[in-house]
């Protein structure tokens, strides 16, 4: 739902069923909501039985990248004697979402049934729940849900009596958003600083502690138990365009919209619905200019590629950007795009672990590039420049942080020109950066 | 075609090598004759694949790919210098100039600097950053010989592996993120582990630099020579550095077997002796009270002489640094006597390097304790200094004595013949001193603990008529045994060594090459 306004037609409300309920937050008041059903369930299925529900249904990762969950869980070793790890990754970080914070503040037990689910398809007995450091709430929140799951049996050495064992840590960040990064996340709970690691070896060979791992993100755990309770092709029903995007999604819409906040919507929805229905559209006498669709890791969309996208991986794809993390960040024509992509750059020169030379150098020279394109000292050098360090900055790191500062900046220059133009021909007043 | 099991064939820049399983592309490319450049990889440390210099093209991948950490798959086609992967690793480099202050003309490194090297060899020629300033922060005292100059640092994180994954002291991490990132001392420690040297060789930069060859000289101006480390038993191989003949560095040089890359501080540091000033650097024979300066000839003939005239016990005491050609030949001088031959061992704590088995600095702080005990010496210097007291001849090769040694030595009334690097006060008691050449001045051998025979060579100069111990041991041996001819090189006299002692056996200087050669050494001395 809309939190906090309340649920639109047009959406599809199943994982914010109960945002903004507190009674949903505590254990009772979950289970009188139905909760804990998927739990139960799957205690009765096999691990095989559980991934193959999964994978039928569809569910593809949430947290950015799309990778169908079933999938992954399946990569996991049969049961070898080492102990194998789910994490949940709820670091969530990147500009423009809120919608992990808004499933662990208002339904936390929904994200523990999940991971316990989780658990239980990858033959794991323990979870570790990375939180975002400054998500001081939600942490409070998540913990108090935990220490109730664990009083009421839903976790612990026997899990509603079956004997099963699942346990549920919760791991608070210290504010790097590169910990969101899975492998970075994995040697944050080991105690090392937050570095990415080289792919190979897979979470799945050797993840966590060097133990085969799988991590998910918050929403697409939380997605789990509404699966197995109401079954692999209902959730395959929700799918409006591309049947290889199912269930719902929820989208954190924010920005210069009349009604910004958590939307879900079933796979395919029309993003106009979205931005001029659901969220009420622009400010009055103002119209669209960009939206950058899935958090500020994502080439920026015009409003013309607006006008007929379907909200979905294949649908904004093929718009040339990505669904990412759903952290959709809408711009009328008062927005500034020069300072918009240099905002989103100075972010990841704040935030690049400095691993790699790429990373380190090319995000903050970015910036610097575009801060003095906003000071009206920019040449038309500059944006040859701009992409040329782009073109260095993707595809050639140990992860995609610097993929992820070029993409931006690169759509911009591509697709708002005039923007530039503006600066380097002096018609718009430079901006002290 | 080669077993998959043993060995897979890749091509690379055109040239097919079989490499085992399970090697890196960069690994598999030095076979192949082709260098991929890189910083932050190092054989001896883990690969962390950061720098990204590495990355080169591997057909049918759509990425680039870091040829440090990739292994190599059967029949993969490997370009190291195609467009796409020089315009990578360009692009890399004019990322780690843009913060690199360039100050090549006052920096150490310069000659001998990986990034100068790279850039020169196929980087921008130049810079697109020229509105900005640089980065910058001040030099960082991390140590008792290492200084930090973040400013040139270029964040490959070999000297932060190097500490923590092989001297397992982890007191250097990366500080910061992003372009701020620098190289952070753990809080309140100092980098003196006994091996920490180190990070400054493995440095690809001038950010590492040793306190000690701080502004010392130019690397263009040094002359390198092959050598072995004379700090202990290890046997550590090593280069001497020098400059206008003045030992200026040592340095590791590669031996997988023996030390790897390393070299551990106390044997880095102690080189001055090298350089000595005080030199013995003419044959002097004893004419009264005086020791009088003589030409080789006359001063060969008189210690030829002493000997010859020698009755009675002989006591040869030995420096562990002397080479088994010098510690041989000088022994055979004395083999018509009963004789007592010693040298003393230094001792001093035991320092190992923990990732590297069998690499310490060792207790026994001489290298040729294995070659003496073989040449037919022992650890047993008390037992030589008591056998001073009625010996009928003693020899001292390049030894230093204690006053109360000195005082043994003149109580005795024996003639000595003394073959010396040194004029110091053991002079004053020789009835021959015969100036030799120092380590650095010789080709040689040394056999370390493990009985590998090595050859070390020469890396200046001697002093004044100094000669080697060998030779000197040679010519008097000519004179005293009729039919024996003084060899003429290092080489004959190891060979003329190796026919005494049964663990040389076979054994010549040509095969030693620069990693030498590992002789039984159980029960196969000359000792009786």
């Excluded at chain 2, 006359?298 to 080479?323: E, F, H, I, K, P």
Aim: aromatic share 6%.
């Amino acid at each position: 739902m809309g939190f906090p306004h309340p649920s639109h037609p047009k959406e599809t409300v199943v994982l914010s069923r109960h945002f903004g309920d507190p009674a949903a937050r505590g254990f009772r008041g979950w289970v009188d909501r139905g909760g804990y059903e998927g739990l139960r369930k799957a205690l009765t299925m096999s691990a095989e039985e559980i991934v193959a529900v999964v994978k039928e249904s569809g569910l593809r990762g949430r947290g950015g990248a799309g990778f169908p969950t079933g999938l992954k869980w399946s990569f996991m070793p049969k049961p070898s004697g080492k102990p194998h790890f789910l994490v949940c990754n709820a670091d969530e970080s990147e500009p423009g979402t809120f919608k992990d914070r808004e499933i662990i503040r208002w339904t936390p037990h929904q994200l523990i049934e999940g991971c316990a689910i989780g658990c239980l398809g990858i033959h794991a007995e323990r979870c570790y729940i990375y939180i975002r450091g400054e998500f001081t709430e939600p942490w409070r929140i998540l913990v108090q849900a935990v220490e109730e799951a664990y009083a009421n049996g839903a976790l612990g050495t026997d899990v509603f009596g079956s004997g099963r064992r699942i346990d549920v840590v919760v791991h608070r960040g210290a504010g790097a958003y590169i910990c969101g990064e899975e492998t970075a996340l994995m040697n944050s709970i080991e105690g090392k600083r937050g570095n990415p690691r080289i792919k190979p070896p897979f979470p799945a060979q050797a993840g966590l502690f060097g133990m085969p791992t799988t991590i998910n993100n918050v929403e697409t755990l939380s997605a789990v138990p509404h699966i197995l309770v109401r079954g692999a092709e209902w959730y395959k029903g929700l799918s409006l365009a591309s049947p290889k995007s199912t269930g719902t999604k929820l989208f954190s819409v924010c920005g210069h919209v009349q009604r910004p906040g958590n939307y879900e919507v079933t796979m395919g929805t029309p993003m106009r619905d979205l931005i001029f229905d659901m969220c009420g559209g622009m400010r009055p006498g103002r119209t669209l200019k960009a939206v950058v669709p899935g958090g500020s890791s994502v080439p920026l969309m015009t409003a013309d590629e607006v006008e007929d996208c379907a909200l979905d991986y294949e649908g904004i794809a093929a718009k040339g950007s990505m669904l990412g993390s759903g952290g959709m960040i809408v711009m009328d024509d008062t927005a500034d795009l020069v300072r918009v992509v240099w905002r989103f750059a100075k972010f990841y020169a704040h935030e690049s672990c400095a691993q790699c030379t790429q990373c380190r150098e090319g995000t903050a020279w970015t910036a610097k590039v575009l801060e003095r394109i906003l000071q009206g000292k920019g040449t038309a050098a500059d944006l040859q420049l701009l992409q040329d360090l782009a073109e260095q900055m993707t595809g050639k790191t140990i992860c995609v942080l610097s993929d992820s500062c070029a993409a931006p900046v690169v759509s911009a220059i591509r697709k708002f020109p005039a923007e530039f133009e503006a600066y380097l021909s002096g018609r718009r007043e430079p901006v002290p950066a | 075609m080669p077993d998959p099991a043993t060995g897979v064939t890749v091509t690379i820049d055109g040239v097919a090598v079989v490499v085992p399983p399970g090697t890196t592309i960069l690994e598999a490319a030095k076979r192949a004759g082709v260098l991929v450049p890189h910083y932050c990889y190092h054989p001896s440390l883990p690969s962390p694949a950061v720098c990204r210099m590495c990355l080169v093209e591997v057909e049918k991948l759509p990425k680039l790919q870091p040829a440090c950490v990739t292994t190599v798959a059967d029949g993969q086609v490997v370009h190291v210098n195609s467009a796409t992967a020089k315009q990578a690793r360009q692009g890399v480099l004019e990322f780690l100039l843009i913060n690199h202050p360039l100050d090549c003309p006052i920096c150490d490194q310069a000659g001998e600097c990986e990034l100068q090297d790279y850039v020169f060899q196929e980087g921008r020629s130049g810079t697109r950053y020229a509105e900005y300033a640089k980065r910058y922060s001040p030099v960082e005292d991390f140590g008792p010989d290492i200084l930090y100059v973040p400013n040139r640092c270029i964040l490959c994180t070999r000297c932060v592996r190097f500490m923590s994954d092989v001297a397992q002291a982890p007191l250097l991490n990366v500080s910061e993120r992003g372009d701020r990132a620098y190289i952070g001392i753990a809080d309140q420690q100092r980098l003196d582990h006994p091996w920490a040297g180190n990070v400054v060789d493995l440095c690809p930069v001038g950010s590492l630099l040793s306190k000690d060859f701080l502004h010392k000289a130019r690397a263009w101006d040094l002359d390198k020579t092959a050598s072995v480390c004379p700090g202990c038993t290890q046997g550590c191989n090593i280069s001497i550095d020098t400059r206008d003949e003045v030992v200026v560095r040592l340095r590791p040089r590669p031996n997988l077997d023996v030390n790897r890359h390393f070299i551990c501080d106390h044997g880095r540091h102690d080189y001055r002796w090298l350089n000595r000033g005080d030199r013995l650097e003419t044959p002097r024979v004893r004419r009264g009270a005086a020791l009088e300066p003589e030409g080789w000839p006359a001063a060969l003939d008189a210690a030829a002489d002493l000997l010859r005239g020698a009755t009675g016990r002989a006591v040869v005491l030995a420096s562990g640094r002397a080479s088994t050609e010098a510690l041989g030949l000088a022994r055979r001088l004395v083999d018509a006597h009963a004789v007592t031959a010693a040298i003393r061992v230094p001792l001093g704590d035991e320092a190992p390097l923990p990732a590297v088995p069998g690499l310490a600095l060792r207790r026994e702080r001489v290298p040729n304790l294995q070659g003496a005990e073989l040449a037919g010496y022992r650890d047993a210097w008390d037992e030589g200094i008591a056998a001073l007291d009625g010996a009928g001849v003693v020899l001292l090769l390049d030894v230093e004595l204690t006053d109360a040694e000195r005082r043994a030595l003149g109580a005795s009334g024996a003639p000595v013949l003394l073959l010396g690097t040194v004029d110091g006060p053991e002079c004053h008691l020789a009835t021959v001193a015969l100036p030799v050449t120092n380590m650095a001045e010789e080709i040689g051998t040394y056999v370390n603990r493990d009985g590998r025979v090595q050859l070390y060579r020469a890396a200046k100069g001697a002093p004044g008529m100094a000669q080697p111990a060998w030779w000197v041991a040679g010519e008097l041996l000519e004179r005293l045994a009729p039919g024996v001819a003084g060899p003429a090189t290092a080489a004959d006299a190891f060979a003329l060594v190796a026919q005494g002692v049964p663990a040389l056996a076979g054994l010549s200087h040509g095969a030693l090459g620069f990693t030498g050669r590992v002789v039984a050494l159980e029960g196969a001395g000359a000792t009786a």
